[in-house]
């Protein structure tokens, strides 16, 4: 069963994951000084990191770079400043350093997240949702277009999104002529929740993505790329009614990845901006001053060969227009509503 396949695939990554990365990613001696720290975690991410193809960074250089900043007699703010630096250099937001005060993440996914915003909340939740909006699990959900298209909003795949709970949401609007999803400034979550919607749709067995583990020092030294194969239905009726699925730049990690698997199916418009990406799995490990850090062990291709591991773009770009948000209206939605309407009326 192609449910089964999804499952097995996870299961082998994690298990390698969790097998292989507590050897690779422990320090092999105990020196907690500066410059053994500095060493260690730039050797690890030269070695481990999967993503120097698309992330473009000159790596050697940053070594070049820092090195010489580093010495045993600088304090740990100084330390985690220069370690700031050369993980920053990467853009990548499942790149993080954990100090004993201090967290380090990637300053352009923070920007893109909170400088780019394709979405107001206030506007969806006056004018789309409204007071008498549904919550069932980890959504919200109305009728909208004078109850022609179901509107839902989903703000992260860390919360639930069970099956049952999409019964509850299908059986309440069984006559809508199609679906807006909503994951605008979903920053991802958990892998299980993205399967659990797919399994509203119809499932073709097609092709989803292709996944590789990095399994050697050298920066193209991956697996054999493993494909991926859309959810089967469970017992819930396949929607093959239009479905718009809203993206922006704050989608990142499993919002990525959904956007990715939902652009292979038929009935399916990805419509706003480009995601923020994040398709990578992260692992990490200690460093030899006591620190935690993950990034990066694997990389996602599409079925065109392409990684879109830093964004994946919509079928059809919308921004939010400001004029329309201060007359509460949200143009995205509302194209999204229009092309379903009239795809229902051809």
Known sequence: ????????????????????????????DSDPSPTSTFDYLWRQVDERYSLFDVKNVNWQAMYDSLRPQVYDEMDNDSLFTVLHKMLNSLN??????????DVSSSEAIFLQRYGTKNFDI???????????????????????????????????F?????????????????????IVLDIRQNGGGEIQNEWNIMQMLPSEGQLLYYTQIKNGPAHSAFSEPQAVYAPESSDIHPIDKPLVLLTDRGCYSAASNFALCLKTY????VMGDTTAGGLAVPAGGALPNGWNYRFGVTRTLAI???????????????????AAVALH????????TNLILSNANI
């Open 1 to 28: 069963m192609l449910d089964r396949n999804i499952k097995i695939i996870t299961i082998s990554i994690l298990t390698l994951l969790s097998t292989s990365c507590e050897k690779l990613f422990m320090p092999a």
């Open 92 to 101: 990548d937001g499942h790149v993080d350093l954990w100090g004993n005060n």
């Open 122 to 156: 206030n506007t969806v939740a006056i004018t789309y949702l409204r007071a008498d909006h549904h919550t069932t699990a980890g959504f919200a959900y109305n009728s909208i277009a004078e109850g022609q298209v179901l509107y839902i909003r989903y703000s992260s």
């Open 304 to 322: 065109d060969g392409i990684n879109y591991e830093n964004g994946v773009p919509p079928d059809q770009v919308v921004l939010l227009d400001p």
């Open 158 to 178: 860390s919360n639930s999104a069970s099956p049952e709970a999409i019964k509850i949401i299908l059986k309440r609007f069984p006559n809508v002529k199609g």
């Open 266 to 269: 038929n009935n399916v418009t």
């Open 329 to 336: 209206h949200d143009n995205i939605i509302d194209s999204a």
